[in-house]
T-cell receptor, first 112, second 113 residues
Framework: QKEVEQDPGPLSVPEGAIVSLNCTYS??????FMWYRQYSRKGPELLMY????GNKEDGRFTAQVDKSSKYISLFIRDSQPSDSATYLC????????????FGPGTSLSVIP | EAQVTQNPRYLITVTGKKLTVTCSQN?????MSWYRQDPGLGLRQIYY???????DKGDVPEGYKVSRKEKRNFPLILESPSPNQTSLYFC????????????FGEGSRLTVL
């Protein structure tokens, strides 16, 4: 079993839709949770960063962490064509020097 | 502008011909890392460095070498490339060794024939 699992998609939605992207993980030691966005032919860039369980909102984006279920989500409200990208979840352990583990990514297309 | 710069962006080479992919960051970050990205497998760490002259293996280090002689530079060396090293490579850096945002370069697409 992979440490971090993510539905690869592709996911195609109409403009204005609410998008839900999800990851599950197996290691209960993970405490830092991130979402990166990667446009085609570009490097990933950090979108959201959360510590432990709970919700965090930033504009149209909401990150949700449920440590009891080992499940994290990213919600995009009022999706725009510019949101079309691959979304990577990532996580690491508080006590580890690094070891950021990435999910394989979900490809999202927002159709005008 | 804060950035991580990789070169070359695209490279086609042949089996066994040594090559180096350079990486430079201008943010004075202590931590730097190399990843490869393959379809269905996501980003996998090759090597990382917590500071000058301090490097260690990641998850997939076989066939790669690195060095960290200066804080800003972290080159990735393929001494004898093989076709299974055909991939998209990313260099990343961050300020802290244990937490915080990873800043990625734009990627280097390598094809080994």
């Amino acid at each position: 079993q992979k440490e971090v699992e993510q539905d690869p998609g592709p996911l195609s939605v109409p403009e204005g839709a609410i998008v839900s992207l999800n990851c599950t993980y197996s290691n209960s030691a993970f405490q830092y949770f991130m979402w990166y966005r990667q446009y085609s032919r570009k490097g990933p860039e950090l979108l959201m960063y959360t510590y432990s369980s709970g919700n965090k909102e930033d504009g149209r984006f909401t990150a949700q962490v449920d440590k009891s279920s080992k499940y994290i989500s990213l919600f995009i409200r009022d999706s725009q064509p510019s949101d079309s990208a691959t979304y990577l979840c990532a996580m690491n352990r508080k006590t580890s020097y690094d070891k950021v583990i990435f999910g394989p990514g979900t490809s999202l297309s927002v159709i005008p | 502008e804060a950035q991580v710069t990789q070169n070359p962006r695209y490279l086609i080479t042949v089996t066994g011909k040594k090559l180096t992919v350079t990486c430079s960051q201008n943010m004075n970050h202590e931590y730097m890392s190399w990843y490869r990205q393959d379809p269905g497998l996501g980003l996998r760490q090759i090597y990382y460095s917590m500071n000058v002259e301090v490097t260690d293996k990641g998850d997939v280090p076989e066939g790669y070498k690195v060095s960290r002689k200066e804080k800003r530079n972290f080159p990735l060396i393929l001494e004898s490339p093989s076709p299974n090293q055909t991939s998209l490579y990313f260099c990343a850096s961050r300020d802290s060794y244990d937490t915080g945002e990873l800043f990625f370069g734009e990627g280097s697409r390598l094809t080994v024939l």
